[in-house]
C-alpha cells in the first residue's frame, strides 16, 4: 500500500520549490504540483490508501487528535474539484512574472485543499486562517493602491470572521469536550451560542448579504489571474464546511434565497465587469446555500454538484474577462466593446461561460441547478421561494448571460487593439468550456460522485421548454429596453453596499486620529517637554541619558520575561 | 427516444437564438442584424409553441397558465431593470466616493 499524501502539502512544498526554477523550466515545473494533487486525490478515490482516515496524519495536540485527513464522497468531490481546475488555473497564469504571486496563489490551494479534508474543529480553523492569508496575498499582488486598500478591508472582514469562528470553536469544544467536526445540533441550549457563532464565521466566507461586501470590494482588485484564483476558494470552501456542518438549517435556505436575488440588482448598475462577475458569484453561492439549507438528499446533491459546476463556469467567465484585462488593461463597459472580432476565441469562452452560469440546457448549470430548484418546490413556502430562485434565475442571466458577453465583446467597438491571448490562457479556457459542455451534456459521471444516489433526470421535455422560455424571453426584454433606450446606461460610477456605514465610520475614525488626537498628543508632548526641561541638570550628557534608557530599557524586559515565565510556570503546573 | 431528440433540437435551439441575439442587438449594427433577429424571432416563437403542447408537472396551479415561464421571464428582467434604475437614484457615486471621506479632504 501506497502512503498517502495531503494534497494540500503538495502545494505548500510546491509553492516553496517556485523561485528555484527560471524561465521556460519554470513554466514546466508549475504545472507539477497540481498533477500530483489530482493523482493523489484520484487515488484517493480508488481507495489505495486504506482505511479512512490514513492513520500517518493524526497529530496530538493539547490532548486532542488533529485529523489531517477525513475522506468521504463530500471532502473527495471538493477535493477532486479543487485540484482539477488547479492544473487550469496554473495553465492560465504561466505567464505571471511575480514569484511571489504565483507562491501566494500555490499556498491559497494549499490551505483550501487543507480546510477540505481537516477532520476536526481546530484543524479546519488553522487552514481557515492560513486560507485568508493567502488570498489576502493575492489580492495584494494587484499592486495598486486600490488593492492596498482593498486588501486592508478584506483581512479585516476575514480577522473578524475567523475570531468570531475561534470564539464559536472553543466554546463548543468547551461544552461538547470533543473537536469532532461533524453536523451540527441546535438541540441544547449551551450549544446555542457556540453554534450561532461558527455559523456567523462560516457565511461570512461565503459572503452573505448584508455580510458580503468585502467580496465585490476585493476580488476585482487582485491581478487578471489573481482574481480567477479568489473566485474559486474561499466562497466554495464555505459552502463545503456549511454542507458538512449545516444541511437542513432552515435559515440558510432564506438566506441563500435573498442571497440569490440581492445582488442581480447591484450586477446591472455596476459599470466594472468583475465586479458584475462578483456579484454573480455571490448570486451563484446563494443557490448552493438555498439547496444546503433545504437539506434533502436531493438539494444537497444540487447544491455541491453546482458548486462542483461553478467553480467551472465561474472559473471560465473570470478567465474570459482576465484575458481582457490581460490585453485591453481594464474591464469596465464604459470603455469596452466590440472585441469579438479582434479576440474571437475569448469572446467563444466568454458565451460558454455565459450560457454555463445561466444554465441554458446541454451547459453545466442547466444539470446542476434544476437539482435545487426543483428540492425548493417541496418545502413549505415553497411557492414563493421557487418565484424568488426563477428570478434571480433571470437576473443571472441578465447580468452574467447578457450584460458580461455583450459589453465586453459586441457594444458599441470603440475601436480598441486587441488580439486573443497567449496559448496557454486560451488553452486554459478552452479545456474548462470543453468541461462545461461535457457535464452539461453528460452529467451522469458527476452525479456518480455525489455524497447521495441520484435518481434525477435533468433532461426532459417541460424542463427544458420551461427553462428556454424563461432565459429567451429575459433576454427579449434586454433587446427591447436597450433598443428603446430604457436600458440605464453605463456610468463610471461606483455603487454603495452594505459596507458603506463602516467604510465612512472608518474614514472619520482617521480623521480622528489625524486631526484631533493628534494635536492632542503634540499638546501634551509640548507640555511634558517644557516640564522636563526644568529638570534639564538631571542626567548630565546626551550619551550618559541614552545609556540611562538603554537600561531601563533592558530592566523591563527583565521584568517582562520574568513575568512571562512565572505564568507559564503557573500554566503548566498547575 | 422521440423526446431525446427533441430536447436536443430545443437545446440546440435555444443556444443558437441566445448567441443570434448578441450579435443582432450588437452596436454599429451587423451587416445581417436584421436576419439575425428575425431568426431570433422565430425562435421564441418556437419555444412558445412547444410550450402549447407540453404536459407540465404541475405542483402550483399557475405553473399551468399558458406560457407562465415566458411571461414571468420577459416581466421578471423588465421589472429588475426598472428596479435598477429606481436603486441608480442613491446608490451611484464619484469614483473616488470613498477616498475623499477620509483624511485628504477633511
Known sequence: ??????????????????????GNLKKVYLIIPPVLALIDVVLMYMGSFGSIPASRWQLPFLGYELIFG???????????????????????????KSNGELMSQFFYVGSALGAIFAGDLITLYIFWEFMAIASLLVILH???????????????????????????????????????FNAFSWGTTSLYLPTLLIFIGFIINAAVPPLHAWLPDSYPESTYAGTVYLSIFT????????????????????????????????????????????????????????????GTTLAVNGAVSHAFAQILFEGLLFMAIGSVVYRTGTAKCTDLGGLYKSMPLTCIFCIVGAASI????????????SMIIDAALGQTGGALMYVLLLLASAGVFHHAGVKVPFFAFFAEDRGINARDPPLNMLLGMGITASLCILIGVYPHPLYQIL????????????????????????????????????????????????????????????WFLHEPLTNLAKGLDHALKSLASLFAGYGGEKEERILIGVSVGIAL?????????????TWIFH | MNDEILI???????????????????????????????????????????????????????????????????????FLIYFAKGLRLWLPKEEDYYETRGVKNK
Open chain 1, 557 to 569: 524586559l527583565f521584568l517582562a520575561f520574568y513575568l512571562f515565565m512565572q505564568m507559564a510556570y
Open chain 1, 70 to 96: 477525513r475522506m468521504d464522497k463530500l471532502s473527495l468531490l471538493f477535493g477532486l474539484i479543487y485540484t482539477l481546475v488547479s492544473i487550469l488555473l496554473v495553465l492560465y497564469a504561466l505567464n505571471v
Open chain 1, 142 to 180: 494587484g499592486g495598486t493602491d486600490k488593492a492596498l486598500g482593498a486588501g486592508f478591508r478584506y483581512i479585516m472582514w476575514h480577522v473578524a470572521g475567523g475570531l468570531i469562528l475561534l470564539a464559536g470553536i472553543v466554546l463548543y469544544i468547551e461544552s461538547t469536550g470533543s473537536i469532532a
Open chain 2, 8 to 78: 436536443a433540437i430545443l437545446a440546440l435551439l435555444g443556444a443558437i437564438g441566445y448567441v443570434l441575439l448578441l450579435f443582432g442587438a450588437k452596436e454599429p449594427r451587423h451587416k445581417y442584424g436584421n436576419l439575425f433577429l428575425a431568426l431570433y424571432g422565430v425562435c421564441l416563437i418556437i419555444v412558445v409553441v412547444a410550450g402549447l403542447f407540453v404536459q407540465w408537472h404541475i405542483v402550483f396551479s399557475w405553473q399551468d397558465l399558458t406560457s407562465f415561464y415566458a411571461i414571468y421571464g420577459f416581466s421578471a428582467c423588465v
Open chain 1, 1 to 22: 500500500m501506497i502512503e498517502w499524501v495531503h494534497p494540500g502539502l503538495i502545494f505548500i512544498i510546491g509553492a516553496l520549490l517556485v523561485p528555484v526554477f527560471r
Open chain 1, 358 to 369: 445561466s444554465a441554458f440546457p446541454f451547459f453545466t448549470g442547466f444539470v446542476t441547478k
Open chain 1, 451 to 510: 455524497p447521495y444516489p441520484v435518481d434525477f433526470v435533468p433532461y426532459n421535455v417541460p424542463h427544458v421548454v420551461a427553462q428556454l422560455q424563461l432565459l429567451l424571453f429575459a433576454s427579449f426584454a434586454f433587446f427591447v429596453l436597450i433598443t428603446s433606450g430604457i436600458y440605464p446606461p453605463e456610468q463610471r460610477k461606483i455603487n454603495l453596499d452594505t459596507d458603506w456605514p463602516l467604510r465612512v465610520m472608518g474614514a472619520k475614525f482617521m
Open chain 1, 235 to 294: 466562497t466554495k470552501t464555505a459552502v463545503y464546511v456549511l454542507a458538512r456542518g449545516f444541511a437542513g438549517f432552515g435559515p440558510l435556505m432564506w438566506l441563500g434565497v435573498i442571497m440569490t436575488v440581492y445582488p442581480i440588482f447591484y450586477a446591472v448598475l455596476e459599470n466594472d465587469l468583475r465586479k458584475v462577475l462578483s456579484y454573480s458569484l455571490i448570486n451563484q453561492v446563494g443557490f448552493m446555500l438555498c439547496g444546503i439549507g433545504i
